[in-house]
């Protein structure tokens, strides 16, 4: 039975043995996909006929595995770092500020900076107002770190 692929399925490229798990933003003449990564920032196309569609187990499996990694890397930094530790609170200097053009990286980006304990404040800006907004938001939160992501 033919799957048909739609917008706003969660698939994974065949030819690139499901490596990156995508979301599909468009599709052209039933022919072509239009892709964003879902745990990795890129966008791709892709014939329909290579794209298999990811259940909502892997899904949540994938998800998993990356919280994981995120805490152990989390945990190994903690005991390493030599950040100051004052009761049961990690205290860390410095303040990031995180311009990024994607709604859902900005949210994810966000939960990792907190699950880390990093004093971080993560903006949603589109990507063409980003350089006229920047000069305004440095001087509003005084980043000691500026990060802008662009697709």
Known sequence: MLK?????????????NQDVIFIVDLVIDNKIAILTGITTRLKADSHIDDLEIISKKEIHNIY????????KVSNKANEKSGWLKRSSKITRTGKILHLDGDRRYSEKSKAYYQKMGLNAVVRNITESRQA?????????YKPDILIVTRT
Request: charged share 40%; net charge positive.
């Open 64 to 71: 998993k595995k990356i919280d994981e990694k995120i805490d």
């Open 132 to 140: 006229s907004m920047v000069n305004k938001l440095i001087e509003q």
């Open 4 to 16: 048909i692929i739609k917008t706003g399925d969660i698939v994974a490229r065949k030819s690139y």
